[in-house]
């Protein structure tokens, strides 16, 4: 079973639960990928609740709030359920029992893109936050300030309201922003024509993950940059790990204090080409 925050408008986690389809038909194991409608941590409990009560071999989950979902993923552990956290709770996995995680720590990936746009020359940025409440998104910000050393101003935005995050990101385009960093294709998008309409060409774009359009605009010129945190693999992996932890008793350890790291790399003009492909397919 596989509990993930990620709503369904979001093209991000079409492309991870792409990797859980993959990765159980080549374990030959079932697996039922469920979300809440939106990002509510009280239903994504439930959801997990309800998952416990179904005694599954195995159980995957995002942990994007450690405080709300504690006694859910508690409450599995203590079931004897081997749980493997994704994308979300690099942070918080170990505490509340959970074997493994894989995806990226998001702080040193929020430090890396800041450091990128300070090395582009932006001195004031906007961090576009598409939910607002992801420990793992607040984290992104965070880390993005210090790396840039300069102004940021978290802008909260809709995730389900692309017009609305074009209206705020254009709003909140002062002289002084000349950068922008957006923590999703979901938001990226919408300030990329934000981006378009103002007419400035001062203004340095990117985003943190990949989608055939953001690949486009970077090959194009109107974005600098994506970090990719490959959430293919992020689907994938946790479904292999636990099926041959079930057979083996063993898992893997990770590369950094138990989280397998699929990120983050970063995706410029120079390699953006050669990823628009698997992203057209659905695994990047």
């Given at each position: 079973?596989?509990?993930s925050h990620?709503?369904?408008?979001?093209p991000?986690?079409?492309v991870?639960a792409?990797?859980?389809d993959?990765?159980?038909q080549?374990?030959g194991v079932?697996?039922e990928?469920?979300?809440?409608?939106?990002?509510?941590?009280?239903?994504?409990g439930?959801?997990?609740d309800?998952?416990v009560a179904?005694?599954?071999?195995?159980l995957?989950?995002?942990?994007?709030?450690?405080?709300a979902?504690?006694e859910?993923?508690t409450?599995?552990?203590?079931a004897g359920i081997p749980?493997?956290?994704?994308?979300?709770?690099s942070d918080?996995f170990?505490?509340?029992g959970?074997?493994?995680h894989?995806?990226?720590?998001?702080?040193?990936a929020?430090?890396l893109?800041?450091g990128?746009?300070a090395e582009?020359g932006?001195t004031?940025?906007l961090?576009?936050n598409?939910?607002?409440?992801?420990?793992?998104?607040?984290?992104?910000?965070?880390g993005?300030?210090?790396?840039?050393?300069?102004?940021?101003e978290?802008?909260?935005?809709?995730?389900?309201?692309?017009?609305?995050?074009?209206a705020?990101v254009?709003?909140a385009?002062?002289?002084?922003?000349?950068?922008?960093l957006?923590?999703g294709?979901?938001g990226?998008?919408?300030?990329l024509?934000?981006?378009?309409?103002?007419?400035r060409?001062d203004v340095n774009l990117?985003?943190?993950?990949?989608?055939?359009e953001?690949l486009?605009a970077i090959?194009d010129?109107?974005?600098?940059?994506a970090?990719?945190q490959?959430?293919?693999?992020q689907g994938?992996?946790?479904?292999?790990y636990?099926t041959?932890?079930?057979?083996?008793?063993?898992?893997?350890?990770?590369s950094v204090?138990?989280?397998?790291?699929?990120?983050?790399q970063i995706?410029?003009?120079?390699?953006?080409?050669?990823?628009?492909?698997a992203?057209e397919?659905?695994?990047?």
């Amino acid at each position: 079973m596989v509990v993930s925050h990620g709503q369904s408008g979001d093209p991000f986690w079409s492309v991870a639960a792409n990797g859980v389809d993959a990765a159980a038909q080549d374990m030959g194991v079932e697996v039922e990928y469920q979300a809440p409608g939106t990002f509510d941590m009280v239903q994504m409990g439930e959801i997990i609740d309800a998952a416990v009560a179904s005694q599954p071999d195995g159980l995957v989950v995002t942990i994007p709030d450690a405080d709300a979902l504690s006694e859910p993923i508690t409450a599995a552990v203590e079931a004897g359920i081997p749980v493997v956290s994704m994308n979300s709770g690099s942070d918080s996995f170990a505490e509340l029992g959970v074997l493994a995680h894989v995806g990226q720590t998001e702080f040193e990936a929020g430090l890396l893109a800041g450091g990128q746009m300070a090395e582009d020359g932006v001195t004031d940025a906007l961090c576009v936050n598409q939910e607002v409440g992801n420990a793992a998104l607040d984290a992104r910000c965070d880390g993005f300030t210090e790396g840039l050393g300069g102004n940021v101003e978290v802008l909260p935005v809709e995730l389900s309201d692309p017009a609305g995050t074009q209206a705020s990101v254009s709003g909140a385009l002062t002289d002084e922003i000349n950068g922008v960093l957006a923590l999703g294709p979901t938001g990226a998008l919408p300030a990329l024509e934000a981006v378009r309409e103002s007419g400035r060409d001062d203004v340095n774009l990117a985003t943190f993950d990949l989608a055939p359009e953001v690949l486009t605009a970077i090959v194009d010129g109107e974005m600098s940059f994506a970090i990719d945190q490959a959430q293919y693999l992020q689907g994938y992996l946790p479904i292999v790990y636990l099926t041959l932890y079930l057979e083996t008793g063993a898992i893997p350890l990770g590369s950094v204090s138990g989280v397998t790291m699929t990120g983050p790399q970063i995706v410029t003009a120079d390699t953006a080409a050669d990823v628009i492909d698997a992203a057209e397919r659905g695994v990047r």
